[in-house]
């Protein structure tokens, strides 16, 4: 291999880690910023903010520069010392967020995020869009094979990203963890800086031409090289919206865990990088440019309109993926994505290259060429992320942000066609291209009872629907079931009126105050709002699922109408952060319901690390009750949960949510101290007029049928993996649950066998029960 190559694949090992770093700062960013998508928006657009302007700044300074392969080394150095340093200062950004953010408005915090995340992540982001032009200034030393030189160069750049995706979500994370994933991709960084410096001293940069204005194409002048710039930005707008939306349909199909968002974004960033790198050796040969990136735009609204079709399809082939041998569960997921995404998104990789040929013809100004279309390609980007993810799909659902891009791309195609060589394009041909949408009928809905649906929202963070069957409601988020009312009594299930009731009956002292994290189907809320709270706070992610529940509460009271509900839009991991730094008073109830734990986003709600928080806005004697889900859950996964529990409320109690019945539905109680529960104050507050006339819809007439379902206290299910954790660094159960989820079965007689036979029946008592009766 030769130093110019080996240079180049040195931009790999360069993609690789800035697409790691970008996953592990977004994430632990989330911790504390939260996962909604005004908060990770932000984060990304400062992210690639920092890309765009690293692009200009070396494009500008390019000509100054002697020895670029030196600068990408300094450049690398940089990137490597700062992210080694980035973990403290993340943790430094976190609390300066919820010390300054605390009481304010969402606008208001919305800015304080975007400063604090400018200051901490424009230095190594600036960076990182530098080292792409740099390296070109160093590499393309021929006018005849700028287009080539600088399609390889790219498409190293990108199978890097690639690679870091797949790395990530797939190895890294599970295996490392997050802080270990930061420090190998800093030393990846020492590694090529000092790879680079080896290599740099026998290659020599192209002189810089004079005057600069001859690289600019003949064919257009100025005007020409800024109009298919635009194009060009316009293309990457197209480009991430049409990742977006990927990514929410792909995310319900496959359920919104990490596997899948690693899967969609590696294979969208491998199809960039296989376009140019099959583009790569014709691309100089390309004598009509200008047309050239018409007609790859044209293809790509094309490609993208027939491949939408298979999107009504995609549930059932992920159950057919499921029985097929030979290939891993996880790695199947690409079986369902590179079909839909390869094609458009190689045609994407190859404009790139033909973009550069356009606006720099000598091999001097391909660096400069390249730090300018990146930039803006980039900035689209950007307004993509905002526009598309903020604006349109909540405003026009999916379907018509769809068809919006679709027109756009077609729109580039035919200006591009008609702009500067004369083409008069064909008025068939372009009736074609304005029509794309029509081609595919992608407007089909991912459910399947169409009938039955009742409410349909695509609100910022999740697809919510509500249907009516004939025995109950069902309202899911994602296409996932999040909650049922039946239309008879006792109306919902016994595990979802417990979460609420339960630690309401177990908390000492009295009871005021409540806190619910996640409103699914309002069940929970309901039943809290039997007690004698006087006050409860609902926090819930998605404003769609708020609004669903008129519909899915039809017939009886919306008990988000009760005087007492005080209802907060926000991610629920930030606002306890919030609450715990505004001098809120203190929780007596917490009952905590989010999504099952292998969704990305609710599963930073089942860590040592939320446990923590949530116990720390208890009030003495106040209790916090968390429901896990048996569904594709497996015992080593249930087992961490427990054990991280017990870790921060050492005396949990763990309860079976369906009594019995099923097994599959679990309440874990915890306090700030260990409890001693009073049977006498549970019978007095069950005697409470409307709590009374709850729990005997479902049978619960006395403490002993409440006690029932006490399986153990958590420490004694702890015991049996006492190593098992489950951290915001170490997700654990996140990683370990969708690796086959069709095959996760939960038996929890197994668990159950391996508790200590002497351990207790019976929780901490302070008075005696009828022990019969609970038997």
């Not at 000092?194 to 002048?221: C, F, I, N, S």
């Not at 200006?415 to 407007?443: I, M, N, T």
């Not at 049922?484 to 417990?498: D, F």
């Not at 489950?726 to 649950?737: G, I, K, M, S, Y």
Request: proline share 5%; aromatic share 8%.
């Amino acid at each position: 291999m030769g130093r110019r190559s080996a240079v180049a694949a040195c931009l790999v090992f360069s993609g690789l880690s800035a697409l790691v770093y970008q996953i592990i700062w977004v994430r632990l960013l989330g911790f504390t910023f939260g996962t909604t998508t005004e908060a990770v928006s932000t984060v990304l657009a400062v992210f690639f903010g920092g890309l765009a302007l690293g692009n200009l700044w070396a494009a500008a300074r390019l000509s100054r520069v002697q020895r670029p392969l030196r600068v990408y080394a300094l450049l690398e150095l940089g990137i490597g010392l700062y992210a080694l340093a980035s973990l403290p200062l993340l943790q430094g950004l976190a609390s300066v967020d919820v010390l300054i953010g605390a009481g304010q408005g969402p606008w208001t915090r919305t800015g304080i995020r975007l400063l604090g995340s400018a200051l901490l992540l424009l230095p190594p982001t600036i960076a990182m869009g530098a080292t792409l032009p740099v390296v070109a200034r160093g590499l393309v030393t021929e006018d005849a094979s700028v287009g080539r030189w600088s399609a390889l160069l790219y498409a190293s750049n990108t199978l890097g990203a690639v690679l870091g995706a797949y790395l990530c979500g797939f190895w890294l994370i599970p295996t490392l963890g997050l802080t270990r994933t930061v420090v190998a991709a800093g030393v990846v960084n020492l590694g090529v800086a000092a790879a680079v410096l080896a290599l740099a001293g026998g290659l020599r940069a192209a002189a810089m031409p004079t005057p600069v204005a001859a690289t600019v194409p003949a064919e257009g002048g100025t005007r020409g090289r800024a109009v298919f710039l635009f194009f060009f930005g316009v293309s990457g707008f197209v480009a991430i919206g049409y990742e977006i939306i990927w990514s929410k349909v792909f995310g319900i199909v496959m359920e919104g865990t990490l596997y899948g968002f690693a899967a969609v974004l590696s294979a969208f960033l491998l199809g960039i990088a296989l376009g140019s790198f099959l583009i790569a050796p014709r691309v100089d040969r390309i004598r009509d440019l200008p047309r050239a990136f018409g007609w790859l735009h044209a293809a790509i609204a094309v490609a993208v309109a027939v491949g939408i079709r298979a999107v009504p399809d995609l549930p059932y082939w992920m159950q057919r993926l499921s029985g097929l041998e030979g290939i891993d569960p996880l790695h199947r997921l690409y079986l369902l994505v590179v079909p839909i995404v390869l094609v458009p998104t190689a045609l994407f990789g190859a404009a790139f290259p033909v973009l550069v040929r356009i606006i720099a013809r000598q091999a001097a100004a391909a660096g400069r060429g390249i730090g300018v279309a990146t930039a803006v390609n980039t900035t689209g980007s950007i307004l993509a992320s905002l526009v598309v993810g903020f604006l349109w799909i909540p405003a026009f659902g999916m379907d018509r942000s769809l068809e919006i891009l679709l027109l756009l791309d077609g729109g580039v195609a035919l200006l591009a066609l008609a702009s500067f060589d004369g083409v008069q394009v064909d008025r068939a041909v372009a009736g074609q291209l304005l029509r794309a949408p029509q081609l595919a009928d992608y407007r089909a809905q991912l459910e399947r009872e169409l009938a039955s649906q009742r409410y349909r929202r695509e609100g910022r963070s999740a697809v919510v629907t509500v249907y009516e069957l004939p025995t109950h409601r069902m309202l899911r988020t994602n296409g996932l079931r999040e909650a049922a009312y039946a239309l008879i009594p006792p109306y919902y299930t016994t595990e979802s009126m417990l979460l609420g009731v339960l630690p309401y009956l177990l908390a000492q002292g009295e009871a005021r105050r409540g806190l619910v994290v996640g409103l699914g189907g309002g069940n929970t809320l309901d039943a809290l709002l039997h007690t004698r709270l006087e006050r409860i706070d609902l926090v819930e992610l998605e404003r769609a699922v708020i609004d669903a529940l008129d519909v899915f509460a039809a017939g009886r009271e919306n008990p988000l109408h009760d005087p007492r509900v005080e209802v907060i839009v926000n991610d629920g991991r930030n606002e306890l952060l919030l609450a715990a730094h505004d001098g809120r008073l203190a929780y007596d109830v917490i009952a905590s319901q989010p999504s099952h734990p292998r969704r990305i986003g609710a599963a930073s709600l089942f860590t040592e690390e939320y446990f923590a928080l949530a116990r720390s806005l208890l009030s003495p004697g106040g209790r916090f009750a968390l429901w896990v889900s048996g569904f594709r859950v497996d015992s080593e996964s249930l087992l961490a949960i427990v054990t991280s529990f017990e870790r921060i409320f050492p005396g949990s109690l763990f309860f079976d949510g369906s009594y019995g019945r099923a097994r599959t539905d679990f309440l874990l109680i915890g306090g700030r101290e260990p409890g001693v529960i009073d049977p006498v104050l549970m019978a007095q507050r069950m005697r409470e007029p409307r709590l009374a006339a709850l729990l005997g819809r479902f049978g619960f007439e006395a403490v002993e049928d409440v006690l029932a379902g006490f399986e153990g206290p958590g420490a004694d299910f702890a015991r049996i993996s006492p190593e098992a954790r489950n951290t915001d660094d170490l997700p654990f159960v996140e990683t370990r649950v969708p690796r086959d989820m069709r095959t996760n079965y939960l038996d929890f007689g197994v668990i159950e066998s391996q508790v200590d036979a002497s351990a207790p029946a019976l929780p901490p008592l302070s008075g005696p029960v009828d022990v019969a009766r609970i038997a």
